[in-house]
């Protein structure tokens, strides 16, 4: 069974890059498109992107000229950097598996999540 | 972007009751809609994709219907361990959007 684990630092600074990681375990990074969710507090779900490899990596419009989103397949971990973020940008970080089957798809399963907050 | 109208924000029920959520999309999504469960310190839970199909190992209670822009989430049987804020997710397009939630409670 695949499970996600979400880590980084739980303080960024304003102005600063947030990054996070995502361990996946119990299956392989390969051949998946892999995805970041946030979730502010008090707010509703927001996507933030999906990757599958450089070639294949799409970005919510709404964040695209800050995110950056990348996967080792040596360790089996994708990974979400954020750059120049605001106070607006405080919330809880999910990873997600971008399940594509040939009649629809979905985020399953996800990470528990990690918060992250910006402040100096 | 499509927009998410999800209903109610928030309802309170008693156990055994049928509990039903809706999801109204800006334009149709012909059947591109999931719904997760989410937990507070627990990973969300994808209960019902493609609108209608029942996730793996998901309690048969939970159904969803809908096509076009119009999607119900029904619970048949509230039970406790179903304390969550569920959310309604288009997959149709770019960028994939959420509704704003919708918070059950126990009466």
């Known amino acids: 069974q695949v499970q996600l684990q979400e880590s980084g630092p739980g303080l960024v600074k304003p102005s600063e890059t947030l990054s996070l990681t995502c361990t996946v375990s119990?299956?392989?990074?390969?051949?998946?498109?892999w995805s970041w969710i946030r979730q502010p507090a008090g707010k509703g779900l927001e996507w933030i992107g999906r990757?599958?490899?450089?070639?294949?990596?799409n970005y919510n419009p709404s964040l695209k000229s800050r995110v950056t989103m990348s996967v080792d397949t040596s360790k089996n971990q994708f990974s979400l950097k954020l750059s120049s973020v605001t106070a607006a940008d405080t919330a809880v970080y999910y990873c997600?598996?971008?399940?594509?089957?040939?009649?629809?798809?979905?985020?399953?399963?996800w990470g528990q999540g990690t918060l992250v907050t910006v402040s100096s | 972007d499509i927009q998410m109208t999800q209903s109610p924000f928030s309802l309170s029920a008693s156990v055994g009751d049928r509990v039903t959520i809706t999801c109204r999309t800006s334009q149709s999504i012909t059947s591109s809609l999931n719904w997760y469960q989410l937990k507070p310190g627990k990973a969300p839970k994808l209960l019902i994709h493609a609108a209608s199909n029942l996730q793996s190992g998901v309690p048969s209670r939970f159904s969803g219907s809908g096509s076009g822009t119009d999607f119900t989430l029904t619970i048949s049987s509230l039970q406790p361990e179903d304390i969550a804020t569920y959310y309604c997710q288009q997959s149709y397009s770019l960028p994939y959007t959420f509704g704003q939630g919708s918070n059950l409670e126990i009466k």
């Open positions: 997600a598996r971008y399940y594509d089957s040939s009649r629809s798809n979905w985020f399953d399963p």
């Open positions: 119990g299956g392989s990074i390969n051949s998946f498109y």
């Open positions: 990757f599958y490899n450089s070639a294949n990596t």
